[in-house]
Nanobody, 127 residues
């Protein structure tokens, strides 16, 4: 599956953005999806994940209550709504896909657990 992330940009603190990730190839509904981010000089870190059925989500502590992950399997799109943005949210945001290994394969939080990655979209929050 190929992933294309979009929606990043420059926003003021306390502002909002909506990131999207469009998939091509593969059967989107069989993939666990996630968002990660990487700030300059830092390691890539987990932001949010959604199960392949879309019935479960997980968030990093920093994202909980401010970000919302969702998916639209008909459109093969993964979304991340970013609210109340802070300067420390500045990073390149990546979407990722993991082909589900079995029916009990749900949410994943580690970089190495994902099979495919998008190219990233830059989010810059000015304070």
């Amino acid at each position: 599956v190929q992933l294309q992330a979009s929606g990043g940009g420059l926003v003021q603190a306390e502002g909002s953005l909506r990131l999207s990730c469009t998939a091509s190839g593969g059967t989107f509904s069989t993939y666990i999806m996630g968002w990660f981010r990487q700030a300059p000089g830092a390691e890539r870190e987990f932001v949010a994940a959604i199960s392949w059925r879309g019935d479960a989500t997980a968030y990093a502590v920093s994202a909980r209550g401010r970000f919302t992950i969702s998916r639209d399997d008909r459109k093969k799109t993964l979304n991340l709504r970013l609210n109340r943005l802070k300067a420390e949210d500045t990073a390149v945001y990546y979407c990722a896909a993991r082909y589900r290994r079995d029916a009990y394969d749900f949410l994943k939080r580690r970089v190495e657990e994902y099979d495919y990655w998008g190219q990233g979209t830059q989010v810059t929050v000015s304070s």
